[in-house]
């Protein structure tokens, strides 16, 4: 078996993209993967243009269905990017519950989420009012955090 990992630094992680923060209840559901460029663990997702399908290309508040769960469960092949569901891989998708994602610029604990459609400031998840048509209805950072990995949830 090759090996994943064979350095550790000496300060634990508080989590990782895709991860669920904690046993508070939550709704997942699964759907197909649509994407060929796969989708990445903690990544918002939307409907797919198939039926039971999903992708990461942002849509609307009407078809935005949650984040994608990090699993442990696919073993690495190569040739494939480790921590992201591959195309016509089954994704589990948190509805409401609490995960941890990826944040771009300061969101504060209580702040409404977004999620970007551009390559500026704005892009990905966020709290930032250029992206106010697409609002992750619901879920609010549960932490304050600038550039980097944050719990959210929706309860």
Known sequence: ?????????GTVAKGYAGMI???????RISRTVEDAAGIAFGK????GSGDHGCTATVGTLATFLGWTVATSAMAPVA????DEYQ??????II????IYVAVKGAVTDGAALTVGTGGGAADLVGATAADATHI????VADETVTDGLCRIVKR
Do not use: C, H, I, K
């Not at 078996?1 to 064979?6: A, D, G, I, S, V």
């Not at 918002?44 to 409907?47: H, K």
């Not at 040739?79 to 480790?82: E, F, K, L, N, P």
């Not at 195309?87 to 589990?92: F, R, W």
């Open 1 to 9: 078996m090759p090996e994943l990992q064979t350095s550790y630094t």
């Open 21 to 27: 923060a904690n046993g508070e209840t939550s709704n």
């Open 44 to 47: 918002p997702v939307y409907r």
């Open 79 to 82: 040739g494939q990017d480790a």
């Open 87 to 92: 195309q016509y891989d089954t994704a589990t």
């Open 95 to 98: 509805t409401s519950g609490a």
């Open 136 to 139: 992750a209805t619901g879920w």
